[in-house]
């Protein structure tokens, strides 16, 4: 299993430019997430799903877009982007089987975005 | 509202010291508590967890026990390497959709 896989590893974005972060997991998980990490700080829910089709936000979810067309996919949309976008991005996964938080969360290995 | 409160870093120690992060969360109780850790340019993994009161959770000599009477679940670790170098994050599992994570500890080990 190549467990949660994150592309681009490094990106950077011009202010007003869009781009797509894409994320995928094979271990057939319920959840997949996508957090923020900014410099020493801790990290930040964006947007969550639950299962495919239903997607929620999260703490900051301000200036981004998701979809979850299959279970597999979770792909994090940037429209506009600014320079309070610049940040480390990391998708992961978990079962889910208990609701909620309750199974150990899995997680990629991040994109590292930059905003000029 | 709940929340976790973990114990502020950067932390330094020399090899083979003894290792506590202090990890106190506020609500009546969560059906699991959560230790994650990140090296350097990468992503969190799972350290370790407990999944009820009185649990004890352990992984490359790391220990936490989930503490109800003092709503607690702190790690430690006997003796640290060089190799522990990371950041830390308590993280409370929830039924609830919640999901958030402690500030993290930034631990570095001199040798």
Redesign the interface.
Known sequence: NAGVTQTPKFRILKIGQSMTLQCAQDMNHNYMYWYRQDPGMGLKLIYYSVGAGITDKGEVPNGYNVSRSTTEDFPLRLELAAPSQTSVYFCASSYGLQGGSTDTQYFGPGTRLTVL | GDSVTQMEGPVTLSEEAFLTINCTYTATGY??L?W?VQYPG?????LL?ATKADDKGSNKGFEATYRKETTSFHLEKGSVQVSDSAVY?C??????????????TSLTVIP
Do not use: C, V
Not at chain 2, 42 to 46: K, N, R, T
């Open positions: 059906p699991s959560f994650y990468e992503g969190l993994q799972l967890k994050f993280a409370p599992g929830d039924t609830g959709n919640q999901f958030y994570f402690g500030t993290g």
